[in-house]
């Protein structure tokens, strides 16, 4: 069990348990019992941790818009308490925060001072682990008051984007501008179509980009990985070290969970980055398997054909220099043929800093957020990753669930993908030209847990008639297919058409196929998008 899992079940029966993540750490708070009218009563103690834990409060106060009886402030007043010894004042809403006595025992204290004397509103939009409930009670015990609101409030000017979220994307990389961008801060881009068509291994600058916070800038020089867990005390590799390991090189498509959600979207709003079919590109990816670097540093690794491994590291932890966190089952990173490589190199180069340079984690076969990327630390442990993004997110729910009522607590994390397939040519709304009664179609496919492509299905009549592809597949064994096939097909187009439907359709080496709509898999996050997809084209005649 976790220190905090311990802590928390120490403390459950007298308190509750809240985060407050603001930057890039948390200080979690044990709470007294709170009052009918939803006032917290008093702090009892706080503790210091990673960003993400996010576990559940018992009567949570809720922000409202106004306050009665509450004092008053105008932007004015709030914007001269931007220093520890004027006091550190935020707005969040409609209402006003002292959080001085926070950022003084606040490890990322730095952080939150970007955001001294001005509205959290927008580094909150940027980083969506604040929506939670529980950071929300525990910064409504800070209020002091309601901010004016801005028809009254003579100080009130259009305010221009803080000054501090600009400084925290300062260093982010030059990017590609052939990236399609779905998100600017943090950047979120996908891979651009005629790319994923024009190259089975796609070239750095065009892969597609998933971040959740401000890229770090990590000089390879000083760089530790820590590694803990059991018959490990306190071991740290620096790069140099590692890259005398064996090295190894592996072809992985790498995909979000999140890829083609704007399809599911359509159907019924989700939430989440609108992705279209470019979450995902592929990579030959160099470094040395993560099960090398246990055994390296003394962890006793256990017999594979046992039944059970030991409870004190069912799961291996990733942590992210910037924040992010995943971790996934111990099964799949100490397989010998698992193929989980902490990598430095990325078709050939060092990694670029978009994805993860010095170090990154590659768990091929596995959503991409697993993959996580900047790895300072790696911990074996009897529980999953407590970060935001392995309990919180990442997570598939019934078709009736909406995020309101949604218990993450209930549902596995994604691991292994379903089978899926997209169309990458034609697109949607373009018009084509038959040459000789047929259709040129190209896409790509892949399935989770390295299985193979067995078979691709192309119909331009909506799936009331078929043709198989022609499938590109990766040279790679059937249990062990990282990386995509690409596929292309030669599809008749019936006579006096005017308009397709094009659909694709991937069975897999366990005859796993896609299910023909969305409606029986959809789930409010919007994650899993593996329905058929539909391309809707004219076509011109002349």
């Not at 018009?431 to 691709?456: C, E, S, W």
Request: charged share 20%; with cysteine.
């Amino acid at each position: 069990m976790s220190r905090f899992s311990r802590l928390a079940s120490k403390f459950q029966s007298n308190f509750a348990l809240t985060a407050f993540p603001i930057g890039l750490y948390c200080i979690y708070v044990l709470n007294s019992t709170v009052h009918s009218d939803g006032e917290l009563v008093k702090r009892q103690k706080m503790t210091m941790g990673t960003v993400g834990w996010t576990p559940s409060v018992s009567k949570q106060p809720k922000l409202t818009n106004v306050t009665p009886k509450q004092p008053v402030f105008t932007r004015g007043e709030v914007s001269k308490h931007n220093s520890k010894d004027k006091g550190i004042w935020v707005t969040y809403q409609n209402a006003v925060y002292d959080i001085t006595s926070f950022v003084d025992i606040h490890p990322g204290g730095e952080k939150i001072l970007l955001a001294a004397g001005q509205a959290i509103d927008p580094f909150w939009a940027v980083f969506s682990i604040h929506g939670s409930a529980e950071t929300k009670a525990l910064l409504e015990g800070y209020r002091i008051g309601d901010l004016m609101p801005q028809d009254e409030d003579p100080t009130y000017k259009d305010h221009k984007e803080p000054l501090g979220l600009a400084q925290m994307f300062a260093n982010e990389p030059v990017r590609h501008p052939s990236l399609i961008v779905r998100s600017s801060r943090p950047c979120n881009a996908e891979a651009p179509p005629d790319a994923l068509l024009k190259y089975r291994v796609t070239p750095n600058e065009l892969h597609f980009v998933r971040n959740h916070l401000p890229v770090p800038n990590i000089d390879p020089e000083s760089f530790k990985l820590e590694i803990e867990g059991p018959g490990v005390d306190d071991i740290s590799l620096d790069l140099e070290t590692l890259k005398k390991l064996p090295k190894t090189s592996v072809e992985v498509t790498l995909q979000c969970a999140g890829n083609r959600r704007n399809e599911m979207h359509q159907v019924r709003p989700v939430k989440g980055l609108l992705w279209t079919g470019g979450a995902i590109s592929n990579a030959v990816w160099t470094g040395v398997r993560l099960r090398d670097v246990l055994e390296h540093v003394g962890v006793k690794l256990p017999d594979p054909t046992a039944d059970h491994y030991p409870e004190e590291m069912a799961h291996v932890c990733f942590s992210g220099a910037e924040g992010y966190g995943a971790s996934i089952p111990i099964e799949k990173a100490l397989d010998p043929r698992g193929d989980v490589l902490l990598a430095y190199e990325m078709n050939g180069e060092p990694i670029p800093r978009d994805h993860g340079y010095p170090l990154r984690a590659v768990v091929p076969g596995h959503v991409a957020a697993r993959s996580v990327k900047w790895v300072s630390k790696i911990a074996l442990s009897e529980d999953e990753s407590q970060s935001h993004w392995q309990q919180q997110d990442y997570k598939g729910f019934n078709p009736s669930r909406t995020l309101e009522n949604s218990d993450y607590s209930q549902s596995e994390s994604i691991q292994e993908l379903p089978v899926q397939s997209a169309v990458l040519d034609p697109q949607p709304g373009q018009t084509v030209r038959p040459l000789n009664g047929k259709l040129n179609v190209r896409g790509y496919a892949i399935a989770g847990g390295g299985r193979a492509i067995n078979r691709v299905d192309v119909s331009v009549d909506g799936g009331k008639t078929w043709t198989d592809a022609q499938l590109m597949k990766p040279n790679q064994p059937r249990d062990k297919s990282w990386a995509w096939t690409q596929w292309e097909a030669q599809v008749s187009v019936p006579r006096d058409t005017t308009e397709l439907d094009i659909v694709c359709k991937a069975v897999d080496s366990s005859y796993n196929t896609q299910p023909d709509t969305f409606n029986g898999i959809y789930n409010a996050r919007g994650v899993l998008n593996s329905a058929w997809q539909h391309i809707k084209t004219s076509i011109d005649k002349f």
